[in-house]
């Protein structure tokens, strides 16, 4: 992300959620972004500033429509400005 409105913000595409929870943490395991909410982004920052360049991990809770919780997603998004 850097200001450029090309990637400046990741974002998840979701159909058929009903409950949404992602967490999204440094490599020291510091949570820096959550979000109940699949239409929102997090545009790499942390407190009001942005965060270094690197790998943070994601995970992602979810369940469907008709109930059933769904088995979490978990990966990588690499930062680069």
Do not use: H
């Amino acid at each position: 992300p850097n200001g450029d409105g090309v990637n400046d913000c990741f974002q998840v595409s979701a159909e058929n959620v009903a409950d949404y929870y992602i967490q999204i943490f440094n490599r020291w395991g510091t949570m820096v972004y959550s979000s109940t909410d699949p239409k929102e982004c997090w545009d790499g920052q942390y407190q009001g500033k942005p965060v270094q360049e690197g790998v943070y991990l994601y995970l992602i809770r979810y369940t469907d429509r008709d109930g059933n919780l769904q088995t979490p997603k978990r990966g990588e998004i690499v930062l680069y400005r």
